[in-house]
Structures are given as structure tokens and as C-alpha cells.
């Protein structure tokens, strides 16, 4: 007779129950969640608990201890490593069952069993949310900024101002737009990747007027070796451009020359 023998039998020889719940244990740990049927989920949990106490303390005898149950090295390694960090200020309770309906073919009661701590969704160390500010504290702030005289800025904005202060004081010289600047960068970085003289006009008296604005300019500039490089860029192809269309008309001239020789000869 059966007296006083309270666990479930799962249907199983004890030899079988014992290797049934070592494998689903070692499955558990490595994969960290798995799915079966809720009478065996139950069974695990009394099973790998105890187990997962002793890893806490990391010795031989407690390695050798939960080998005697698992049977698996890669089990063991796991367990007192990932396993134990994770669970380490846990006292208990380290397994969670979510049932899931029951199973279609023979209408079992399926469920999953996961380890707490790898299960993000459940955690309760989140972030706490901020708390939404109401009209009257918005208000509240923009009355003290006034009366203190300091505009109400996001703290990047103001670091971002700083520096381009910051640069501006250094440089020592007039600064221009930023959008202006930036096309002049361009038609910096155009001409020095081409090796060649710009001949466009119009994207010479673009890069001109850059550099006269910059000249012009009363407010402070950003950067001043963006400008010494496009007035450097304007002063070497204005030459070159200007004298280009002259040396045609003199080779012309001299062709001709040449010709009028021929027929005079």
C-alpha cells in the first residue's frame, strides 16, 4: 500500500521519475524556460530548488553534491556560474509557472516554468517614470526665469552656445553663417578632390562672396582655417581662370602670324 506517499508518481517507475526530472532540470537551466505539463512543472520545481540553493556556495562538495543529481557537466558549469550571479541575493523562490491553456491532443493542462531573474518582462527594477509637470509648475518656471533674468534652455542647447563662444573668442576673427560656411567648406573640398582648378565662374564668385562676407561679417566666427582655405582656393584659380582665355588669343595671334609668313614666302 501507498501510505503516506504524498509526491506524484507522474506515472513513472522511481528510476524514470529520477532521470525524467534530471533532464528537464538541465534543459532549465541552459535554455532557462521550458514548456510541459503542469503536474511535471510542479514536480520540477520541488526538484531543481534545492539545487539551485546549493550553488550558491561554490565548492567542490557542492559541485559533486548537484553532479549526483544532474549528471551533466555543462549543467553544473552553467548553475554555479551565470546561474549562481543571477540568484545570488534571491532566498528563495527562484522558478515561476505561467500556465497556457491546455494542449489540443489530450486536453493536458501545458504551462511554462522559467527561471525569475532571466525573464525581463516581469522585472521590478525598472526605471521609474517621470512625473508630468502641470500647467501651474510650467508656469511657476517661466515666472522665476524672468524674474531671475535667465532664459528657460535645455542644458545641450547652452553647452552647444559655449563652445561656438568659446571657438569664436580664439579664432579672433570675423565669423560668418554657418550654412555659409558650409558651402564654403564644400566648394573647398570639391576643388581639392578634383586637382584642378575651379573654372566655373559662377562657383568662383560664389566662393568670393564667402569670403567678403566673412570679411564684412560683425559677429563671431567659427572656424578660421575654413576661411584662410577658401580664400586661399580664390586666389590661386582667379589667375588661372584670368589668364587662360589671354593665352588662347596669343597662340591665335601667333598661328596667324605664321600663316601670313607662309603665303608672303
Known amino acids: 500500500m501507498r501510505h503516506g506517499k504524498k509526491f506524484n508518481h507522474l ?3 522511481a528510476a ?6 534530471a533532464n528537464m532540470a ?7 524556460r521550458i514548456k510541459t505539463t503542469v503536474p511535471k512543472a510542479k514536480a520540477l520545481r520541488k526538484y531543481v530548488e534545492p539545487l539551485i540553493t546549493k550553488s550558491k556556495n561554490d ?4 559541485r559533486r553534491t548537484v553532479f549526483s543529481y544532474l549528471k551533466q557537466k555543462e549543467a553544473i558549469t552553467e548553475l554555479f556560474g551565470d546561474v549562481a550571479t543571477r540568484i545570488a541575493n534571491r532566498d528563495g523562490g527562484y522558478t515561476r509557472i505561467l500556465k497556457i491553456g491546455n494542449r489540443l491532443g489530450d486536453n493536458a493542462e501545458m ?3 522559467e527561471l525569475v531573474d532571466y525573464n525581463d518582462i516581469y522585472t521590478t527594477n525598472k526605471p521609474k517614470k517621470k512625473t508630468k509637470s502641470t500647467r501651474r509648475s510650467a508656469n511657476k518656471k517661466e515666472v522665476d526665469a524672468v524674474k531671475t533674468d535667465t532664459p528657460v534652455v535645455d542644458k545641450a542647447t547652452s553647452d552647444e552656445a559655449q563652445e561656438v563662444v568659446d571657438d569664436a573668442v580664439k579664432a579672433d576673427t570675423p565669423v560668418v553663417d554657418k550654412a555659409t560656411l558650409e558651402q564654403a567648406q564644400e566648394v573647398v573640398d570639391d576643388a581639392v578632390k ?5 573654372v566655373d565662374k559662377a562657383t568662383l564668385e560664389e566662393a568670393q562672396e564667402v569670403v567678403d562676407d566673412a570679411v564684412k561679417a560683425d559677429t563671431p566666427v567659427v572656424d578660421k582655417a575654413t576661411l584662410e582655405e577658401a580664400q586661399e582656393v580664390v586666389e590661386d584659380v582667379v589667375p588661372k581662370v584670368d589668364k587662360e582665355p589671354i593665352k588662347a588669343t596669343e597662340e591665335a595671334k601667333e598661328e596667324n602670324a605664321e600663316e601670313d609668313e607662309q603665303k608672303s614666302e
Do not use: F, Q
Not at 538541465?26 to 532557462?32: D, G, P, T
Not at 565548492?59 to 557542492?62: A, E, L, P, R
Not at 578634383?194 to 575651379?198: Q, R, S, W
Open 26 to 32: 538541465c534543459s532549465l537551466i541552459e535554455h532557462k
Open 59 to 62: 565548492t567542490t562538495h557542492s
Open 16 to 21: 524514470h521519475r529520477k532521470a525524467m526530472l
Open 11 to 13: 506515472g513513472r517507475k
Open 111 to 113: 504551462c511554462i516554468i
Open 194 to 198: 578634383a586637382d584642378t582648378p575651379v
